[in-house]
């Protein structure tokens, strides 16, 4: 897939990303004792598609510092207008996103974040699970690797949810573990196209790895705990 360079971001933007990437990577590494696992799935260059599941506000946070890279997140219309954290999302460059499955406007964004070698993060559940079950996923993910080619690394998050539940007002102290997976990639065949067959297809595959990851993450902690994960169409 060729790769366009695109414009350079406002320099405000790259300082104040940043600061925060190296405030809260350290925050993480030590109030989470942040454990990273397999992040040598993630490139060095050329787009890539984090995809992982969602239990937690403090999802993107632990996400984005285990990444080695710069992440442009996809973040929900309504959170990113949210005017007491509408600077903070327009100065980490999110993505702005509508609840609709196919928000035109923001597939050709993130399609165009990929196309110059970014790597762009978002949740194929659609929201956060309020029970910490892994839900099915909706086509997005799949949508953006069949439209701009880039590979999508699988990533499973443990302990965000313990430490900070949807219900939740302030994080607990917890051990947090991310664990990426392989690369996954659309068949060039089916590339550029919008077969919704394909992409459930895809998409039911990234759910069956975010899953083994799951079961990865649970084996290899001390005394470590398995969620349930729920049947399709929960």
Not at 2 to 9: E, F, K, T, V
Not at 153 to 167: E, N, T, V, W
Not at 210 to 226: T, V, Y
Request: net charge positive.
């Amino acid at each position: 897939m060729g790769i366009r360079r695109g414009a350079r971001p406002p320099l405000r933007c790259a300082v104040f990303y940043r600061f925060v990437k190296i405030y809260f990577a350290q925050l993480v590494r030590i109030y989470f004792r942040l454990r990273v696992d397999g992040r040598t799935a993630i490139p060095n260059e050329g787009p890539a598609i984090l995809a992982a599941n969602h239990t937690s506000f403090l999802d993107p946070i632990v996400l984005g510092s285990a990444c080695p890279r710069k992440v442009h997140f996809l973040v929900l219309q309504s959170m990113h207008d949210w005017w007491r954290l509408r600077w903070f999302y327009w100065g980490m460059q999110t993505i702005p996103v509508k609840p609709q499955e196919a928000d035109a406007k923001a597939i050709r964004r993130a399609v165009s974040k990929l196309k110059e070698g970014h790597v762009v993060g978002l949740f194929p559940e659609g929201g956060r699970s309020m029970d910490g079950v892994l839900r099915e996923g909706k086509v997005g993910v799949a949508l953006l690797a069949a439209l701009s080619g880039a590979p999508v690394i699988p990533c499973y998050i443990d302990g965000a949810f313990d430490s900070l539940p949807p219900q939740g007002r302030f994080p607990r102290p917890a051990r947090v573990t991310i664990r990426f997976g392989e690369r996954l990639e659309f068949q060039a065949s089916e590339r550029g196209r919008r077969d919704r067959a394909a992409l459930e297809r895809f998409s039911s595959l990234l759910l069956s790895s975010i899953a083994e990851l799951k079961e990865e993450c649970g084996e290899s902690q001390p005394g470590g705990h398995r969620e349930r994960i729920a049947p399709p169409g929960v």
